[in-house]
């Protein structure tokens, strides 16, 4: 017999993975401890457990890949067989219409680009801000930054420069976090450069005291000085994208939570294993929230979903809980597809959006 801890190992199904598969009834454990709930697992189940992972991987939907385990335990290998051709022509189907659709795409782009009459930037500013606010808006957003070197855009945080106010945003696709703080002695226009994480985190170093630091811009380079410190360095080429258009708050149901108990419900509660974004990402451990009729909010177990549940990466949540601080936070809420917003109970400007995950059932 295998310990779940040893399935998972040998399997390549985290512990996570093989909870959820037990409670869906596709890999039932072959015997539980009725008094501690351990799970085992006969020898044999092993190759069922790997053929799982496999058929996981690949993006078979939960419903197909219980039965792919159940003509894999019997004899009917043309069941088995005609569900993996069927998923495969699923995927190439949607590959094939995927190139078509991006190649009508790559041509809009050719017909918008003109590079004969690219220049290089030509911004200017100079501002002064407070040290303690920039340093609270950097720990604020510096976690939502991309590391994907596919997306080289994103891998660093917005400072945005309108008038007396400063923006500062991060994304990585799944995620987004915004800051805002005050900023004095810039009266131009509207500036916006993107500082790529190492510089930013050089920046976040300088931080330490109360007085006021100044941030210049000119052209492609970006500095910060404290006092007789400065971190100064180039901006990233790649304009990052209109997060205007993309900050869409949810409109629906918000929750006051108690961080604490928040957090210690998200650590020990139900999770669901890491459901596939796209190819070769799959997202780290899905929990349910769901937020009842008087504003509570709770981890849910697995199926018992309506319209009033969203699932979300558990990591991602914890890490935009953290990044918040503070006793009690604000969770709003709109359908199941739209984002999580999670938002300071005194600051209505400094906020993060948390994209949904899909569940497959």
């Keep these: 017999m295998r310990s779940i801890g040893e399935m998972a190992g040998d399997s390549g199904l985290g512990v996570s993975a093989l909870r959820f598969y037990d409670r869906a009834g596709v890999l039932v454990p072959a015997w539980v401890d009725p008094v501690s709930g351990y799970r085992w697992y006969a020898p044999e189940q092993l190759d069922e457990a790997r053929l799982l992972a496999r058929l996981r991987r690949a993006g078979m939907p939960l419903a197909d890949i219980r039965l792919v385990l159940a003509g894999w335990s019997g004899s ?11 998923h495969l022509r699923r995927l190439e189907g949607g590959l094939a ?11 809009l782009l050719d017909q918008r680009e003109n590079p004969m009459t690219t220049a290089p930037r030509t911004t200017a500013a100079r501002l002064s801000v407070s040290a303690p606010e920039l ?6 957003v510096r976690y939502a930054a ?4 596919g997306l080289p855009m994103l891998g660093g945080v917005l400072f945005d420069v309108e008038g007396d106010t400063l923006h500062l945003v991060a994304t990585d696709r799944y995620r987004m976090a915004v800051a805002r703080i005050g900023a004095t002695g810039h009266a131009g226009p509207r500036v916006q450069v993107t500082v790529p994480v190492p510089l930013s985190d050089a920046m976040r170093a300088l931080l330490g005291g109360d007085e006021p630091v100044g941030l210049t811009v000119d052209g492609d380079r970006v500095a ?17 994208p209109d997060y205007r258009r993309l900050v869409h708050l949810p409109s629906g149901r918000r929750a006051l939570v108690e961080t604490a108990a928040l957090r210690a419900e998200l650590e020990t509660g139900p999770v669901r294993p890491g459901v596939a974004r796209e190819q070769g990402d799959v997202s780290g451990d899905v929990s349910v929230l769901g937020i009842a009729d008087d504003g509570t909010v709770t981890v849910r177990e697995d199926g018992d979903g309506d319209g009033s549940r969203v699932a979300v990466d558990r990591g991602f949540l914890l890490e935009a809980i953290a990044a918040a601080g503070g006793d009690r936070l604000v969770l709003e809420f709109g359908a199941p597809t739209a984002p999580v917003a999670i938002r300071r109970v005194a ?3 400094t906020f993060a959006l948390l994209m949904p995950v899909r569940l497959d059932d």
Excluded at 76 to 86: E, H, I, N, Q, Y
Excluded at 135 to 140: P, R, S, T, V
Excluded at 146 to 149: C, F, I, L, R, T
């Design 135 to 140: 340093a609270a808006a950097l720990d604020a």
């Design 97 to 107: 219409a995927a190139r078509t659709e991006f190649s009508a795409i790559r041509t």
């Design 224 to 240: 910060l000085e404290a006092g007789d410190r400065q971190a100064a360095g180039q901006c990233l080429a790649q304009d990052f």
């Design 76 to 86: 009917d290998t043309d069941l088995v067989r005609g569900l993996l051709l069927a």
């Design 347 to 349: 600051d209505e400007t």
């Design 146 to 149: 991309s590391s994907d070197p």
